[in-house]
């Protein structure tokens, strides 16, 4: 089973926000098994904040959807996050972006990512991990989708 998560912080120590957020998954009793490498990138939505750093991590676990979803949302709140405005300044941003090839459409839990294919954050680093991950709605992999997004 093909599992993975977002990370983004750009508010503190960015890279030690992501190092954290992962170790604090895997004593939750969440597998870290590959994490791509971390990306400078520009705000995403809301343009005057600082940039991001963000990193995309293969995770396995036994936990449903809308376990993990809670995990990682208690993660986030465990370090600190404010959730102030829509895509604003955060020092930790936890997202699902696959579930293996599900697909659940729930108010409170979208799977796939509903925007991923839209963000080059997300899938540059997706690709440097698993390029031929498909997205099961698109029914495209993440390579073709950073392709297209980057007009190739």
């Known amino acids: ?56 991590a293969e995770i396995e676990t036994d936990k449903s959807p809308a376990e993990l979803l809670q995990i990682l949302l208690q993660t986030e709140r465990e370090m600190g996050r404010k959730r102030i405005r829509r895509w604003g300044e955060r020092n930790i941003d936890l997202d699902l972006l696959l579930y293996d090839d599900r697909i659940i459409d729930l108010p409170e839990l979208k799977v796939p990512h509903p925007d991923m294919q839209n963000r080059n954050f997300v899938l540059c680093p997706l690709v440097q991990i698993a390029p031929d991950v498909m997205h099961p709605v698109l029914k495209k992999t993440a390579g073709q989708l950073l392709k297209e997004l980057q007009g190739e």
């Open 1 to 56: 089973m093909a599992i993975y998560i977002a990370l983004g912080s750009n508010l503190g120590d960015k890279e030690n926000n992501l190092k954290e957020a992962l170790r604090r998954l895997t004593k939750k009793g969440i597998t870290v098994c590959r994490v791509s490498g971390f990306i400078a990138t520009e705000p995403y939505g809301v343009a005057d904040q600082p940039d991001f750093l963000n990193a995309v």
